[in-house]
């Protein structure tokens, strides 16, 4: 581990609707394990991390901490929308953090080069990092009634993954400065009118909303076909 210290933020607050397996998402195990210990073991295993805070829902803060032993994470209740529980975590950063990242447990198979490429490119001197991938299918906007109305050009497109990356400095400012739920945690960084980077994403770091998702990642994991919440 080289520089300052990196804290990386991990929302693991939310309940997981569309998932509906009937406990908060990041407590739903992956093959065998909950996806918020594989998301902070991702993070500690990439050796550019040095401490997580976990958000979770208030009533699973004793849980989350039975959960992950011996790593130095600290556990805190989140909120009701994924930024307040984000700000709940920024608070709980230590404050000589110099870079902290903000990683969805909900991406539990994040492979370890994501997380270097976001942390090099914030200490190469960008204030907002994120990964991203190109889009790989045509994207039409529709009307109400679902007529199409134009094709977007494809070729200036990105799908935003995480972690994101910022200057603790600047997360701070744009949290302080009244954080829009409606945008991704970039988006604030972005509206204070600073630069955000781009690196490469990887498929791996893709998002378990549906039962979908959370089959494909059972699957990735070596999982019998028929692993996974029923989709069939
Ligand atoms: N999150 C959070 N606090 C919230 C809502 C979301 O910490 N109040 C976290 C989730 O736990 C997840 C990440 O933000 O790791 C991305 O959110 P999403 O995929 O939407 O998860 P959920 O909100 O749990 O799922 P859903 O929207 O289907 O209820
Ligand atoms: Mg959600």
Do not use: C, N
């Not at 300052?4 to 065998?32: D, I, N, T």
């Not at 998301?39 to 004793?62: F, I, K, T």
């Not at 130095?72 to 930024?83: F, Q, S």
């Not at 409606?182 to 994403?201: F, I, N, Q, R, S």
């Amino acid at each position: 581990m080289s520089g300052s210290p990196v804290v990386a933020v991990l929302p693991a607050a939310g309940s997981g609707v569309r998932l509906g397996a009937g406990v908060p998402k990041a407590f739903v195990e992956v093959g065998g394990v909950p996806m918020l210990v594989r998301a902070v073991d991702g993070l500690l295993g990439s050796g550019v991390v040095d401490h997580v805070v976990v958000v979770v829902p208030a009533e699973q803060v004793h849980d989350a901490v039975g959960l992950l032993p011996g790593r130095p994470v600290t556990v805190v209740p989140g909120g009701a929308d994924r930024t307040a529980s984000v700000a709940a975590g920024l608070a709980a950063t230590r404050p000589d953090a110099e870079v902290v990242l903000v990683h969805d447990a909900a991406r539990p198979l994040t492979p370890a080069g994501v997380v270097r490429r976001v942390v090099d490119a914030v200490r190469a001197g960008a204030p907002a990092v994120i990964p991203v991938l190109p889009v790989t299918d045509t994207v039409k906007t529709v009307d109400p009634a679902g007529t199409v109305l134009s094709t977007v050009d494809r070729s200036t497109l990105r799908a935003v993954q995480t972690p994101q990356g910022f200057r603790a400095r600047e997360l701070r400012l744009a949290y302080a400065s009244g954080p829009d739920p409606a945008t991704d945690d970039a988006g604030l960084v972005e509206a204070l009118g600073e630069p955000v980077a781009t690196v490469a994403g990887d498929p791996l770091a893709f998002k378990v909303t549906t039962g979908w998702d959370l089959r494909i990642a059972g699957l990735l994991l070596g999982g019998a076909p028929d692993e996974g919440v029923g989709i069939e």
